[in-house]
């Protein structure tokens, strides 16, 4: 395996230094961001669903009592609840489409006409965006507006979008330059991602496209029969948790469906959206395999483990209505599952990264 | 026109335009948003305990508004932004679908019209009513998915179908 490494060095055919920063600083924020939507569903998402459904069955009481003020005050703590899930599941989102969008950055450095310096550049403004971002995004809850200048903008938000800012410029830039290198006649300013890992980059392509698929196909089917329905129904169940409450009655009936549809939406959806993201990553991680300085079982090994866990998570999020909490306990281990794989390839980045310094040194 | 250039190109403008979108909409829309929403609700509800039934409806009507646009508007940031990685993604492994290079141009450009066309419409739907924006919003999707069900079959043959 060294004198494969030492032939590709010879011959340039190995990713520079901006391409491996971005391999392994994609594959952390995907690693980082699945590890936190984990460490969320478990020990924040069904807390916080119940803590929403309590306020909303108190707001109820507080109609049926007359009680205007009331409402005020348990809808600003509502208020919180929601950002406070809606932030945690945009660092999830954010940090791992980050870590995707650094993946697909590598892949196109071959094409991007800048000097190797300014593409290491780029490449370390990106990562650390990418890592900033969701890191605002996760304070905005906890900062909120304090000695903000603005009414509405805290200074976590400004933080996080600084860090959306300067991942449109590197973008920005690095389509310009791929841009650039497409309208000349200039060679490659490094050699393209060899393909010599057929078994690997088939199963992943061919494997990851089909997950896509499946996610779009599950997608279409649930805007055209599930997301209206579930708009109209949301209204109907506020329309009847109101009226019962202005007749003094219990709306505990009401607030109970609408918990059980807050549920329903968020499996369908998180179903949809994690079969793609997990097809995506199949897909990219095919490019990678060259770069997985490990034995071909333990290649193969990964490959399946990411697989398996890629169909488990979201076929048993999907279940999680009907089964309850055991399929949310399979559908974590799916996640963890994924979780593992990926670090079992960056393992095998960076000890490929290791080894090429080692032979540089030599040579 | 090469298929595999078409894709990255897209795909990366498409990405800007998506983090663009994505930006302004943190910026200037969402928080204004989420208040309205909120502040819909709220209203439905202290309407209702002050017995004011037609003023609560018109409230709630409100906040079934603006959810439907919230909705929508962050659907779009995501959609536009996932289908421009996939993009790049399938262009960067353009060389490996077995079909035609025309077949493959051919491929590519549903794939881009769809990826652009179907976030778009469901952003008309937060502007315009009527059919048009969900006509959009139906063939980009359905482009998209027959695109994808075309590159998979191209990507599982042995072998390259001669010009």
Same mark, same amino acid.
């Given at each position: 395996m060294i004198s494969q490494l030492s032939h590709r060095l010879n011959t340039s055919s190995v990713p520079t230094s901006s391409t491996r920063l971005l391999i392994i600083g994609g594959i952390t924020l995907i690693g980082g961001g699945m590890l936190f939507g984990d460490i969320f569903a478990v020990f924040v998402l069904h807390q916080n669903g119940g803590a929403t459904g309590e306020a909303l069955l108190?707001?109820?009481?507080?109609?049926?009592?007359?009680?205007?003020?009331?409402?005020? @005050?348990?809808?600003?703590?509502?208020?919180?609840?929601?950002?406070?899930?809606? @932030?945690?599941?945009? @660092?999830?989102?954010?940090?791992?489409? =980050?870590?995707?969008? =650094?993946?697909?950055?590598?892949?196109?450095?071959?094409?991007? =006409?800048?000097?190797?310096?300014?593409?290491?550049?780029?490449?370390?403004f990106f990562i650390a965006a990418g890592i900033c971002l969701p890191v605002g995004i996760f304070l905005i809850h906890y900062v909120g507006l304090a000695y903000s200048p603005s009414p509405v903008i805290g200074w976590a938000s400004v933080l996080a979008d600084s860090a959306g800012g300067i991942l449109i410029a590197v973008l920005v830039i690095e389509s310009w330059a791929l841009w650039k290198h497409l309208n000349s006649n200039d060679s490659l300013s490094q050699r393209e991602f060899p393909h010599d890992r057929d078994w690997e980059q088939r199963v992943l392509l061919s494997a990851g496209a089909t997950l896509v698929l499946l996610g779009f196909i599950y997608g279409a089917w649930y805007a055209g029969v599930d997301l209206y329905e579930h708009e109209a129904r949301e209204t109907q169940i506020f329309h009847s948790i109101l009226s019962v409450a202005s007749q003094n009655g219990d709306s505990t009936a009401g607030v109970n469906s609408y918990g059980a549809l807050a549920a329903e939406k968020a499996v369908k959806v998180a179903a949809h959206s994690h079969i793609i993201e997990f097809g995506l990553l199949a897909i990219l991680l095919s490019f990678v395999q060259p770069y997985v300085y490990l034995s071909p079982l333990w290649r193969r090994r990964w490959i399946l483990l990411f697989l398996a866990g890629s169909l488990i998570l979201p076929s048993f999020v999907f279940l999680e209505t009907k089964l309850g909490l055991l399929a949310g306990g399979i559908a974590d281990i799916g996640g963890l599952m994924v979780i593992i794989a990926l670090a079992g390839m960056l393992a095998g980045v960076i000890r490929y990264t290791g080894a090429l310094e080692a032979i540089e040194q030599s040579q | 026109m090469n298929a595999q250039r078409l894709l990255i190109s897209g795909g990366l403008i498409l990405a800007a335009i998506g983090m663009i979108y994505g930006l302004y909409y943190a910026l200037f829309v969402e928080h204004q948003t989420l208040d309205q929403m909120g502040g819909s609700l709220a209203n439905a509800f202290m309407a209702a305990a002050d017995r004011r039934i037609p003023q609560s409806d018109s409230a709630l009507a409100d906040y079934t508004k603006s959810k439907y646009v919230y909705v929508r508007q962050v659907?779009?940031?995501?959609?536009?932004?996932?289908?421009?990685?996939?993009?790049?993604?399938?262009?960067?492994?353009?060389?490996?679908?077995?079909?035609?290079?025309r077949t493959r141009l051919w491929v590519a450009i549903m794939l881009l019209a769809g990826s652009f066309a179907f976030p778009l419409g469901v952003l008309l739907q937060t502007t315009f009513h009527g059919p048009l924006p969900s006509a959009v919003a139906i063939a980009g999707s359905a482009l998209v998915i027959v695109a994808l069900a075309l590159s998979i079959l191209g990507l599982s043959m042995k072998n390259r179908v001669e010009e």
């Open positions: 108190a707001a109820s009481h507080a109609v049926a009592l007359g009680d205007a003020q009331s409402i005020k @005050t348990i809808f600003g703590h509502i208020g919180g609840l929601l950002e406070d899930h809606g @932030t945690k599941v945009d @660092t999830h989102v954010h940090m791992s489409d =980050a870590g995707y969008l =650094a993946l697909l950055l590598a892949l196109v450095q071959p094409y991007v =006409a800048l000097s190797e310096r300014r593409k290491k550049q780029l490449a370390w | 659907d779009v940031h995501s959609h536009w932004i996932g289908l421009a990685m996939l993009l790049i993604a399938l262009g960067a492994s353009w060389g490996h679908v077995r079909f035609s290079s």
